[in-house]
């Protein structure tokens, strides 16, 4: 999925998640939506000082925002480079709002350094 071509959720499907957003957050909601409902993301981890290494998402989809959500990224086509992580799909909304907000700012689809914080289990 292209960030460049991300259509928006319907306004049915976005208002469901709305309670769990606020300000520029919530405004971005259906285009986060949208991407969330694509199933997948393609992007890179921009390493400071080195090469950007390009990455699969993938994620199941479902429409309640209390439900979990099985997210797996693997890392320059390698299966040993394969991670994955279990949140609740508002949470995990509000990461791809983040990849959203960073794509706008700098042209690069990756997600934010907290998120790969709690995919590598940093903070636990």
């Known amino acids: 999925m292209s960030l460049e071509n991300l259509k928006p959720a319907s ?3 976005a208002i469901v998640y709305a309670p769990y ?5 919530r405004n971005l909601l259906p285009l986060a939506i949208g991407l969330y ?26 429409k309640l925002p209390a439900e979990l959500t099985l997210c797996r ?9 394969s991670y994955e992580v279990k949140m609740q799909n ?8 983040e990849v959203i907000m ?12 907290s998120f790969y914080r709690k995919l590598l289990r940093i903070d636990s």
Do not use: M
Request: charged share 25%; net charge negative.
């Open 37 to 62: 409902q694509s199933g997948s993301l393609e992007g890179e981890r921009h390493i400071e000082g080195g090469h950007s290494i390009p990455f699969v998402a993938s994620w199941y989809v479902s």
């Open 73 to 81: 990224l693997q890392f320059d086509g390698n299966a040993d480079l």
């Open 11 to 13: 306004k049915a499907d």
């Open 102 to 113: 960073n794509y706008k700012r700098s042209r690069i689809t990756d997600f934010s350094r």
């Open 21 to 25: 957003f606020q300000g520029t957050k």
């Open 90 to 97: 508002s949470e995990f909304v509000d990461y791809l709002i």
